[in-house]
């Protein structure tokens, strides 16, 4: 009995385990085929996911800037392919210059085998504020691929830069009254108070302290020319140590730095020298720099922004006295002569005769107008004289005009004297001085006979000439038959090969350089490629000779320079780590952007610190920026 029990049981389980097992192979190939299935419906809906519309973004960098420190505001659209050119919002307390581009990119990704592209099209601005505050850009509406897209409101703090006492600034002139037309000496003085840091002991000189005057931020009204005319001679004022008072009185040392230039007064009431306000980083802490260019030099730890509007002394321009000017007046201030010429000295009636006049003086001769010739009743007397305006030619302090005027009747003597009237501004008179009389012969004019022109006329036709016509054809000019037929025998050389080659390679070298001719002209980064290092080396070859501090601002110049147009991206604004940056995202080996950076960093610590080494180590510093721009030329990227 307990036999049978246990062979029932033993059945029982079994038959259980089968059917375990069929229950189980038949689930296996539906869950297989339910995750294949959902792979599929996977990559349907990625592959077919439609693409994202355009997406617009706007930078600013910095953020937080002065008064009169430019900032720069970027505006990229990616994956957009029709893109009307944006137009900056109105902005009111600063000064928009731009758009820079656009600059166009593209990025290609490849993730777990999607393949999707990246377009960026880039515009860049440069903002300039006025005044202190916040600085509110309002959106920018752009219009990609028919839609409207806008971003957000961008805020820039602006800090007014500080003004104390150690920054002074004044326009002085050569006199206090000037008439209009006169011209006028202006000297702007410029006093700095010299930075002494008391824990390392140590005073910046006066070309030490000059060098952190920001030229560019600053305003130089009526001495702009003069200051580029210095920097373009790489010049700059000397600095002299003197004793003056500060805003509250009291008597302190300064480095005085002195700008002349040249003007001239335009208009009756008070000399405007224009907008002139000096700028500059003054320091505020040094430090020893330990790298190895600097050798322990000294570099500026710490600064702050000054600034100084200028005191304009009162020059007082007076007008021209209407009282007394004569009718042949033509605006000339200042002390002048005349002399006149004539050529040539015998002519007939209605001949021309060129009467030249040089006037020489001290007054503007830029905008000197010639003495009025047609309104002179002693030269019209005798002369027809145009009455076209006469432009003239300067050559050093002379003017010189000419004028064709031509006798009207026989016996004329002479070219009268020309008057010319001038105001005297240290006499306050109007005063006329003339020319020399020019002695000249004028005899009448020749005459001809009616009946000369008549046989004139006539006396053409007798000359005949006499054609013989020869008969025969082309047999006239051959002697013998066979000649004709004689076989010519036609036997190609090399130099018949090299004629015929030679156009062939002529134009493929012609086609090949104008290729590239189109490609340098249509696309730019290209053409900056090509031409970065050349640029780059000249500048750094002009630099030679400099200041150490200007050495190093042209070094580091030159090698930003040279990054934004190997990457193809604007010069203006490229800070040190953007360089760097732009260097690594273009691919360029790891050693080369860090010699870079390091490169540009001592770069920057010579040109606002105040170090050791003088010329030496502004020779090193050029020869290894000379040294990176060669490796970076010859790296592929």
């Not at 090193?620 to 990227?637: N, Q």
Request: proline share 7%.
């Amino acid at each position: 009995m307990k036999r049978r029990n246990a062979e029932a049981s033993k059945s029982r389980n079994i038959e259980t385990s089968k059917g375990r097992h069929v229950a189980g192979s038949s689930a296996q190939p539906g869950i297989r085929n339910a995750a294949a299935l959902l792979c599929v419906v996977t990559f349907i809906l990625f592959a077919q996911a439609p693409a994202r519309g355009a997406e617009v973004a706007l930078t600013v960098s910095p953020r937080e800037t002065y008064v009169g420190t430019p900032v720069t505001v970027d505006l990229t659209i990616e994956n957009g392919d029709n893109v009307d050119p944006p137009v900056f919002p109105k902005l009111n307390g600063a000064r928009v210059t731009g758009p820079q581009g656009p600059f166009r990119s593209s990025q290609t990704m490849i993730v777990n085998n999607q393949i999707s592209q990246k377009n960026t099209l880039r515009y860049r601005w440069v903002v300039t504020p006025q005044t202190p505050g916040r600085l509110n850009i309002p959106p920018f509406k752009v219009k990609a691929d028919g839609k409207t897209y806008a971003t957000r409101q961008t805020v820039i703090l602006v800090s007014a830069a500080d003004s104390s006492d150690v920054l002074l600034a004044a326009v002085t002139g050569s006199r206090e009254t000037v008439y209009v037309g006169e011209s006028l000496t202006v000297v702007l003085q410029i006093w700095i108070k010299p930075y002494l840091d008391r824990q390392l002991q140590v005073q910046l000189d006066e070309a030490d302290m000059w060098s952190l005057v920001d030229f560019q931020g600053s305003e130089w009204g009526v001495f702009v020319d003069a200051l580029r005319l210095m920097m373009a001679r790489r010049d700059r004022p000397i600095g002299r140590e003197v004793i003056r008072k500060d805003a509250q009185g009291e008597e302190r040392a300064y480095f005085q730095y002195e700008l002349a230039t040249e003007t001239w007064a335009q208009k009756p009431g008070e000399f405007d020298p224009g907008q002139v306000r000096v700028r500059m980083r003054y320091p505020t802490k040094l430090s020893r720099d330990n790298s190895f260019f600097s050798m322990g030099g000294l570099q500026i730890a710490g600064s702050r922004w000054v600034e100084a509007a200028v005191n304009a002394a009162p020059i007082r321009i007076k007008p021209i006295p209407a009282e007394g000017r004569p009718p042949d007046f033509r605006g000339a201030v200042g002390q002048f002569k005349i002399e006149a010429s004539a050529a040539p000295l015998e002519a007939a009636v209605g001949d021309p005769i060129t009467l030249s006049l040089n006037v020489a003086g001290t007054g503007r001769l830029e905008v000197l107008q010639a003495p009025p010739l047609h309104e002179l009743p002693e030269l019209t007397r005798d002369f027809k004289v145009p009455a076209d305006p006469l432009a003239g030619e300067v050559a050093g302090k002379h003017k010189r005009f000419t004028q064709s005027i031509r006798p009207d009747h026989e016996g004329v003597t002479q070219i009268p004297p020309i008057p010319f009237t001038y105001f005297d501004p240290l006499a306050e008179k109007f005063v006329t001085v003339r020319s020399q009389p020019i002695p000249i012969r004028v005899r009448a004019a020749a005459r001809m006979a009616d009946s000369m022109i008549v046989e004139a006329a006539g006396g053409r036709a007798g000359a005949v000439t006499q054609l013989t016509e020869l008969s025969g054809g082309i047999l006239a000019n051959c002697t013998g038959i066979d000649e004709l037929l004689t076989s010519q025998d036609f036997a190609p050389g090399w130099p018949t090969a090299l004629g015929l080659a030679l156009p062939p390679f002529a134009f493929a070298a012609c086609w090949l350089t104008q290729r590239r001719r189109e490609r340098l002209r249509n696309d730019v980064g290209y053409a900056r490629r090509r031409s970065a290092a050349r640029a780059a080396h000249r500048a750094l070859r002009a630099a030679k000779g400099d200041s150490p501090a200007q050495t190093a601002q042209a070094a580091g110049a030159a090698l930003r320079h040279y990054v934004a147009d190997r990457c193809n991206l604007p010069a203006g604004g490229l800070t040190s780590a953007e360089a760097v940056a732009a260097l690594r995202r273009c691919g360029a080996p790891e050693a080369a952007w860090h010699r870079t950076g390091e490169l540009l960093d001592e770069c920057e610590r010579m040109e606002y610190g105040a170090f050791s080494g003088g010329d030496s180590a502004a020779a090193r510093v050029l020869e290894a920026v000379t040294s990176c721009i060669s490796d970076l030329e010859r790296a592929r990227f």
